[in-house]
């Protein structure tokens, strides 16, 4: 395999396969983390923030190893995140025991916002 394919394929590959595993968590019946409704909230959207970080830095890596200016990079993995947790929810509404929210489409963008920060301030 030539090395510019290669380069693609390990550039490009933790992304869709992140993008993935959200939507194989996002198929499975939800259940209550805690029975106390405020730790059950918690464990929930934690999980979209530390997902959709790990998504947006794994954006930025690719947008950054195919020559994307940082601030583009950044912006571009912020909207992609953000689009593709909106198109989540639309997809959680089709999956028994599962509802869509607005709500987590913020924790995603927060996710989001957060990965890129770590990627621009760390990298």
Request: proline fraction near 4%; include cysteine.
């Amino acid at each position: 395999m030539p090395k510019k394919i290669l380069s693609k394929v390990k550039t490009w590959v933790p992304v869709v396969a992140w993008a993935g595993v959200i939507f194989l968590f996002s198929s499975l019946s939800v259940t209550p983390a805690s029975e106390i409704y405020w730790q059950d909230f918690i464990v929930k959207k934690t999980a979209h923030v530390v997902e959709y970080a790990i998504f947006a830095i794994l954006l930025y890596r690719a947008l950054r190893t195919e020559g994307i200016e940082k601030f583009n990079a950044g912006l571009f993995a912020i909207l992609v995140s953000v689009i593709y947790g909106a198109t989540d929810e639309v997809h959680q509404g089709f999956t028994p025991g599962r509802e869509p929210r607005a709500r987590d489409v913020v924790f995603d963008t927060i996710g989001a916002i957060a990965g890129v920060f770590i990627c621009k301030k760390y990298w």
